[in-house]
T-cell receptor, first 118, second 114 residues
Framework: AQKITQTQPGMFVQEKEAVTLDCTYD???????LFWYKQPSSGEMIFLIY??????QNATEGRYSLNFQKARKSANLVISASQLGDSAMYFC???????????????FGKGTHLIIQP | NAGVTQTPKFQVLKTGQSMTLQCAQD?????MSWYRQDPGMGLRLIHY???????DQGEVPNGYNVSRSTTEDFPLRLLSAAPSQTSVYFC?????????????FGPGTRLTVT
């Protein structure tokens, strides 16, 4: 069964520092996708970044980058130059096949609560 | 586009009551799904649909029913609510289940069962 592990329940970081949020995954599939979502205190789920298992380059989206190490099954999120508005819950998720119809679902980790301090 | 909309935003039910959580999307997405989020947990997949008339179970389907009569709508029904179903419910959609790059989430429905 697929599993996502986020080992950091909470993190405190000084504003403007870089942040690395850890994510490891377990799957026997060769084709999968990895996502990071941000959930601020208002509750909505905000898509940040995606990495496909066959992508050779690490994904980047503005201040977000994904440090993808396939052999170690890790997909850490790096936030450069953190801002106060980055304070939120961050979830790592993996897309995996569902049933025989070719559909996908997402398996989520338990999240990391990131607090940026001024 | 409104994206993914969910109603109601908040709901309180008594044990044994039934209700339907509504979800609609205006992006012509084929794939829609329901998740629940409990404290200290990530989201868990309840049911999903790959198109109108096709639904299937996710990780935690017990106590929930779904149907998909149109591409736009994917309601989630609680037939007999239980306190264990107190949670925040998210609906999500994407262009296609397989190969999708992003699932768009609705704002969530906070349900309390007393």
């Amino acid at each position: 069964a697929q599993k996502i592990t986020q080992t950091q329940p909470g993190m405190f970081v000084q504003e403007k520092e870089a942040v690395t949020l850890d994510c490891t995954y377990d799957t026997s599939d060769q084709s999968y996708g990895l996502f990071w979502y941000k959930q601020p205190s208002s509750g909505e789920m905000i898509f940040l970044i995606y990495q496909g298992s066959y992508d050779e380059q690490n994904a980047t989206e503005g201040r977000y980058s994904l440090n993808f190490q396939k052999a170690r099954k890790s997909a850490n999120l790096v936030i450069s130059a953190s801002q106060l508005g980055d304070s939120a819950m961050y979830f790592c998720a993996m897309r995996f096949p569902q049933g025989g119809g070719g559909a996908d679902g997402l398996t989520f980790g338990k999240g990391t609560h990131l607090i940026i301090q001024p | 586009n409104a994206g993914v909309t969910q109603t109601p935003k908040f709901q309180v039910l008594k044990t044994g009551q039934s209700m339907t959580l509504q979800c609609a999307q205006d992006m012509n997405h084929e794939y829609m799904s329901w998740y629940r989020q409990d404290p200290g947990m990530g989201l868990r997949l309840i049911h999903y649909s790959v198109g109108a008339g096709i639904t299937d179970q996710g990780e935690v389907p017990n106590g929930y029913n779904v149907s998909r009569s149109t591409t736009e709508d994917f309601p989630l029904r609680l037939l007999s609510a239980a306190p264990s179903q107190t949670s925040v419910y998210f609906c999500a959609s994407s262009y296609s289940g397989q190969g999708s790059l992003e699932q768009y989430f609705g704002p969530g429905t906070r349900l309390t069962v007393t």
